[in-house]
């Protein structure tokens, strides 16, 4: 590959990913973390510098090698050279002046942002941290320009004599630097894209590179002209940055930014999107908000499997929001909580694909367990290699790390049977999982070695990068000689950037471009508008085979064909080089993509999405959603986003997420409120997982549907609705006739039991039937009692003489005169089975039980009860 | 309350208005059952229906096409590779086949997507959805689906296809309320269930009207009294699997077993569409081997289910179509594989219709898709349109009497004109 062609390639890429790879979100960090109160990322307050005032020529000089840094990108013809930042190699004079204009624009905590990486600078942290003498040097010479003229600096040979310093003043609390149309929306997100040469030079769109006066003349009345010659231009203007209307550079303004409200007020729209069943305050709109109790006890059968006490759950009512946060917080921990994370990370990651593919084991002949059969290599360490991803991602957050762990963990999870294959040294019990290397796989040419008992040539460096580097991952996302890792880069890049490349353009190649033959990936406009983002990041997975592992070949892992045919390289000569945004990688290429991911302040975002499913039990609203709701919905992703990025505790985001109107909504305050009004379209009651029915009703009742083998989670787990992970990769959201008859089965075999059971124990120690006895038949206490079942069995809070118990309590009398008519044996079991018993008389001689087996079906089987 | 009551006490103008799918007259539905078959991958037309013999002076386009010929039967050409021999001497007067449908995509997603719904745009639903929320009535599962996310639009909620070791576990679920198959006692007896029935649909019925519920929690109570209603159909569908002849196919192979379940499902009563994958064809490497075992696999899973079909009476009301997210292109690379390419073809099959044994649209040697003129039928490259999958599936809902059902007009194609591909005197 032409070398030359392969730079200004790159260069392109850069340009364009600069305005068209931000993504939602993009932009925030820079106005909100940067600008409004002068304090930088860290909290640092820049007036907190302990260094002395002094002359900008000096403070330039202690800067200038560090600066070079900067030129090397940007520079007229630069990867940078469309950004709003230019400086010249080898001229103090203009670089000074440049950077005097832009900080004096309000550009200085930009700069020193971005100096250190934040947000995502495509450059990277140049300057590494703030604690960096580089970047002490860089703020003090930023600060002497706002309180002193610049003097030219002497040439580096010749150091200056330094000038008096100027007394120190105390510098002025920065006012919130002014973003400006021109240079921080068009040139910053758009004209990678929307210019002359940009892949979207064709459209009716096209701006002038370049912040001059001139530039920003004409590029608003590009977009004047736009909106009057287009049909609805005003709103395809707003639309299509936020990724709406098939843009083909995706997201690249969040709703809500400081950019995108510098182009509403353009445009003359609104700033904010009207959205009036959106209320201001959370919990004060058109539609009433369900209890603290009731919030707390659905959160508690989601995060720990089990539903909290009567006591426990009432509580909580007069609970504030953030007692009940709190309260919810406390639920975190415990094996529940591991189980909700692995469960909620594999609804998204597939990872237990590997349990019902037996073929993505064959890596398995790579690695060496003692005496073990090919079967057993398959079964067992397969449940390993299933489970490891999501350990990985549960021991970060059952440990309150920062979640840009599970992409930057240098380390593996192993369990019972991988600590030994993994040749950890470790001997683990059955359960039991720990931190380790792996050091296992054989780094002999592919082999079977399982007759190697010593399995002594084995890779000792294996590059963790968290879940990327996991075989789970790796080949769930599989490879091929021409597919190449991309579609391992697609998924990354969807699953922790939120960013789906697929959808990110329109697609629409002619037939011409399908033909292209002059390696379109790198020289077809049509193909690289995706290739240049996407094949970078599936560089970064280059030393990782399609079936045997990191290396291969020992030094790669290319195409046996490639790889004969071109000696000596690492990877596909005719595609770009492993990087991300712009930067070639360094060091082992996977570790440096995770650490560049976590950077991205799309990282953030892509975690709300993420873990939106196990919260919600749906995925995030598409832009084919009524605009109202798609619009609230995405300034409340943006919001968690913003507030999860201040410390990336999961613990915290997944709580917030419970305590928003989404959860927690219950009904409209009144009926004429029309559907399409309101920005909440759903409350958070959803049709509960076969492990989360299995769960509650265990919980509630102390029976388990199955006993030791769950029929939820074993013979009817597909049957209700769950994936294989393989196959059908998303459960069942609705319920089906299919799956109501696996509900109904579960009601009628264990009931019978349940009430045995419950009646059998004191009064204080039961579950359900605390307001009643096997022989009580007044109607008062019959009353309390199936109020005490809505609560328990429903979440419900209901009166004794509300419609429903009204209802629950003639089938009670029913069910009772049914059973008395049926005949004269007096026992629950009388005509039919009691099941699955674990203790309990079957005595039922005042025809009591009978009728509360019977309600406990019925209520059982209710929505109130499979959804929640 | 039969699900025929149910629908005749909630059909109100406001239930119209947010629930497209209960529409239907309560009678029991006579009309048509689809089946969608999606090579998953992007299969290979050349070496299928719309075969490429090699141009001299140019790259191969198929081996197979350096000893064999191209084969006819009735008016349709096929390649001599895989068993496309034995299906389409057995099935083309069933078929109208579509040649040089122009997808403009080489995405997976972006491809699959089209094909099953005509449109690249996401939240629209596949025609099997559109089918069965169009018509269904009393069916327990009225969608079944074998792909791996299935495009419901929000319509209907579809029904995983159950594998085949799941038959003693649906008998269980066919008397949820029975012991065992084998014996007759019961957890409750039958005026307990009535009652606990009974009971259910009088709490839950007024919830899919009141307006003060929100309306995904509406559209839940909605999906739970669908799914509650109970007759003998379901029965009598795993009656129908377990005595199905199945020509000696395994049904432990997933795609036969799916063809049985579908099929067994139609004539019960229990579904009226289906959406089934059959993968593998994504063959960038080894395709003459990977793409043979994967058309196999398609026609013998086609061929099967016909051969159900007849066995259960109802392969007059059967209509298949077989297509695939895109083509591959017309060479090999260096791995021996091919690679994505935009034109493709599709497959419809009614058993003897009269518009049977056709081929409508047509690609050149090199398989680059000719224009036709939708009117006559006929190459015209000059003035002629692109065939694409839009106009394919809004043919598809012309032909299934679904396009005038709110379900088409919600989620409309936007087709101006399409070629009148039924008219079986014509022909390209």
Redesign the interface.
């Given at each position: 590959m032409n070398s030359i062609i392969r730079i200004l390639t790159i260069n392109a890429f850069v340009v364009m990913l600069s305005a068209c790879g931000g993504g939602e979100g993009a932009g925030d960090i820079d106005s909100a973390n940067a600008n409004t109160t002068g304090t930088t990322d860290s909290g640092t307050d820049s007036s907190e510098s302990t260094s002395t005032q002094e002359s900008s020529s000096e403070a330039y000089n202690n800067v200038r090698a560090d600066l070079n840094a900067c030129i090397s990108c940007h520079k007229a013809g630069g990867i940078a050279g469309s950004t709003g930042l230019i400086l010249t190699p080898d001229d103090d004079s203009a670089n000074i002046a440049e950077l005097t204009r832009y900080s004096a624009g309000g550009g200085r905590d930009i700069l020193l942002s971005k100096s250190v990486g934040i947000p995502s600078h495509a450059g990277g942290a140049v300057f590494g941290d703030r604690s960096s003498t580089a970047y002490k040097n860089f703020e003090t010479f930023l600060l002497s320009l706002e309180n002193s003229t610049p003097s030219t600096p002497s040439t580096p040979s010749t150091p200056s004599t330094p000038s008096t310093p100027s007394t120190p003043s105390t510098p002025s609390t920065p006012s919130t630097p002014t973003l400006t149309l021109n240079r921080d929306v068009l040139q910053a997100r758009c004209v990678s894209c929307h210019s002359a040469t940009g892949p979207a030079r064709s459209t009716a769109l096209v701006f002038r590179v370049g912040n001059t006066s001139a530039d920003v003349s004409y590029n608003e009345a590009q977009l004047t002209a736009y909106m009057s010659g287009i049909t609805n231009g005003a709103q395809r203007l707003l639309d299509k940055p936020r990724g709406l209307m098939?843009h083909g550079g995706g997201a690249v303004l969040a709703l809500g930014s400081a950019e995108y409200t510098l182009l509403a007020e353009f445009v003359g729209a609104p700033t904010t999107p009207s959205t009036p069943g959106t209320p201001a305050t959370p919990g004060t709109g058109p539609?009433t908000i369900e209890s603290a109790s009731e919030t707390y006890r659905r959160a508690s059968l989601y995060l720990t499997g089990a539903i909290p006490s009567r006591s426990k759950t009432l509580s909580m009512q007069g609970i504030s929001d953030a007692g009940l946060k709190t309260e919810i917080l406390s639920l975190m921990t415990g094996n529940g909580f591991k189980e909700f994370l692995k469960n909620g990370a594999n609804a998204r990651l597939n990872s237990r694909h590997i349990l019902a593919d037996s073929n993505k084991i064959s890596l398995y002949n790579k690695y060496y367990l003692p005496n073990a059969s090919s079967s057993e290599r398959r079964n067992v360490v397969g449940r390993d290699l299933a489970e490891e991803p999501l350990e990985i991602i549960a021991n970060v957050v059952m440990n309150n790390r920062s979640y840009s762990e599970i992409l930057t963990a240098n380390y593996t999870m192993v369990g019972q049977y991988s600590d030994e294959s993994f040749n950890t040294g470790l001997t683990l019990a059955p359960g039991e999982w720990q931190q380790a290397q792996n050091a296992g796989q054989d780094a002999k040419t592919p082999s079977t070695f399982g007759a190697d008992a010593t399995g002594a040539s084995r890779i000792s460096a294996y590059p963790h990068a968290g879940v990327l580097s996991t075989w789970s991952f790796l080949s769930k996302y599989g490879t091929?000689?021409?597919?190449r890792n991309r579609a391992r880069a697609r998924w990354t890049m969807y699953h922790f950037l939120g960013f789906d490349i697929?959808?990110s353009v329109?697609?629409?190649?002619?037939?011409s471009d399908?033909?292209d033959e002059d390696n379109p990936t790198m020289n077809n406009p049509a193909c690289t508008v995706c290739h240049t983002t996407l094949d970078p990041v599936a560089g970064a997975f280059k030393f990782f085979h399609e079936r045997i592992g990191y290396k291969a070949w020992g030094t790669d892992s290319l195409?046996r064909?490639?790889r004969r045919r071109n000696p000596g390289v690492d990877w596909y000569q005719d595609m770009l080089p492993a990087g991300y945004a712009g930067l070639p990688a360094s060091g082992d290429p996977l570790q440096w993509l995770a650490q560049r991911i976590v950077q991205d302040n799309r990282f953030a975002t892509a975690a709300v999405k993420f873990w939106w499913f196990a919260i919600f039990g749906e995925d995030v609203l598409?832009?084919?959603?009524p605009r109202i709701q798609f619009d609230a919905q995405q300034t409340l992703i943006n919001s968690l986003a913003d507030d999860f990025r201040t410390d990336l505790n999961l613990k915290r985001l997944l709580a917030n997420m419970m305590m928003t109107d989404y959860f927690r909504?219950?009904?409209?305050?009144?009926?004429?409120?029309a559907?399409d009004t309101?920005a909440?379209?759903?409350?958070g009651?959803r049709?509960l997982t076969g492990t989360e029915l299995k769960n509650k009703t265990a919980s509630l009742t102390n029976i388990t549907w199955g006993n030791t083998r769950p029929r939820l989670e074993g013979?009817?787990r597909?049957?209700f609705?769950a994936a294989d992970d393989v196959?059908?990769?998303?459960r069942?959201t609705?319920?089906?006739?299919?799956?109501?008859?696996?509900a109904?089965?579960h009601a009628?075999?264990i009931?019978?039991a349940a009430v045995v059971y419950d009646f059998s124990l004191s009064s204080v120690d039961r579950n359900l039937f605390t307001q009643v006895e096997r022989n009580t038949l007044d109607e008062n206490a019959i009353r309390n009692q199936i109020v005490v079942l809505f609560e328990r069995l429903h979440n419900r809070l209901v009166n004794t003489d509300s419609a429903?118990v009204n209802?629950?309590y003639q089938?009670f009398l029913?069910?009772r005169v049914?059973?008395i008519?049926?005949g004269s044996a007096t026992r629950v079991d009388a005509?039919?089975?009691c099941?699955n018993r674990i203790g309990g008389s079957l005595d039922d001689s005042s025809f009591v039980l009978?009728p509360w087996?019977?309600l406990l079906?019925?209520m059982m089987?209710?929505?109130d009860y499979?959804?929640e | 309350m039969k699900r025929r009551d149910f629908l005749k006490a909630t059909a109100a103008a406001s239930l119209f208005a947010s629930s497209p799918s209960l529409l239907k007259a309560a009678t029991s539905y006579s009309g048509k059952f689809l089946v969608t078959v999606h090579a998953a991958g992007g299969w290979d037309p050349t070496s299928f229906c719309d075969p490429k013999m090699n141009v001299p002076g140019e790259r191969i386009i198929n081996n197979w096409a350096s000893t064999l010929s191209t084969q006819t039967v009735g008016n349709i050409n096929y390649a001599p590779f895989a068993d496309n021999d034995a299906f389409f001497r057995a099935h083309y007067q069933k078929m109208l086949v579509i040649n040089g449908i122009d997808v403009k995509s080489n995405s997976h997603s972006t491809g699959t997507m089209n094909n099953l719904t005509g449109i690249k745009k996401d939240g629209y639903p596949s025609l099997a959805a559109i089918v069965a929320a169009s018509n269904k009535t009393e069916e327990l599962m009225p969608w079944l689906t074998g792909t791996s996310r299935p495009k419901s639009g929000k319509l209907i909620a579809p029904s995983t296809i159950a594998g085949s070791g799941a038959l003693n576990s649906l008998r269980r679920l066919a008397k949820p309320n029975l012991y065992s198959t084998t014996r007759t006692d019961t957890y409750v007896q039958d005026d307990e269930l009535t009652l606990i029935r009974q009971y259910r649909q009088n709490k839950v019925t007024p919830k899919i009207v009141d307006q003060t519920e929100l309306a995904k929690q509406r559209a839940q109570f909605r999906n739970y009294l669908a799914s509650t209603f109970s007759d003998g159909s379901f029965e009598q569908y795993l009656n129908l699997i377990e005595s199905a002849d199945t020509k000696g196919l395994s049904t432990s192979n997933r795609y036969y077993n799916q063809a049985t379940s579908i099929i067994a499902a139609f004539k019960a009563g229990v579904s009226l569409s289906a959406d089934i994958a059959i993968g593998g064809f994504d063959t960038h490497g080894n395709h003459d081997v990977r793409h043979a075992n994967a058309l196999t696999n398609v026609t013998t899973t086609v061929d099967l289910l016909w051969y159900l079909a007849e066995q259960f009476g109802i392969q007059d009301r059967l209509v298949v179509h077989m297509a695939s997210e895109f083509g591959r292109t017309n060479r090999y690379n260096d791995g021996n594989g091919k690679d994505h390419w935009s034109i493709t073809s599709g497959i419809i099959m009614s058993n003897n219709p009269g518009w049977g044994n056709r081929v409508v649209g047509a690609s050149d040697a090199a398989h680059f898709a000719h224009k036709i003129n939708f009117n006559t039928l006929q190459v015209d490259n000059t003035s002629g349109t692109t065939i694409e999958p839009k106009h394919v599936m809004t043919a598809l809902r012309q032909h299934m009497n679904v396009d005038s059902q709110p379900a088409s007009v919600k989620f409309d194609l936007s087709t101006s004109a399409i070629p009148d591909f039924f008219n079986p005197s014509m022909m390209t």
């Open positions: 098939g539609y091929t000689a021409t597919n697929e959808k329109a697609r629409e190649l002619s037939i399908t033909t195409d064909n490639y598409t832009d084919d959603a909504a219950a009904t409209k305050t009144t009926a004429t409120q559907d309101l909440i379209y759903m409350g009651r049709l013979e009817f597909m049957l609705g196959t059908v990769e998303r069942a609705e319920l089906t006739s299919m799956m109501f008859r696996v109904e089965r009628n075999e009931s019978c429903e209802q629950a089938l029913d069910l049914a059973r008519n049926a005509y039919t089975r099941d009978g087996r019977g079906i019925a089987t209710d929505p499979l959804y | -």
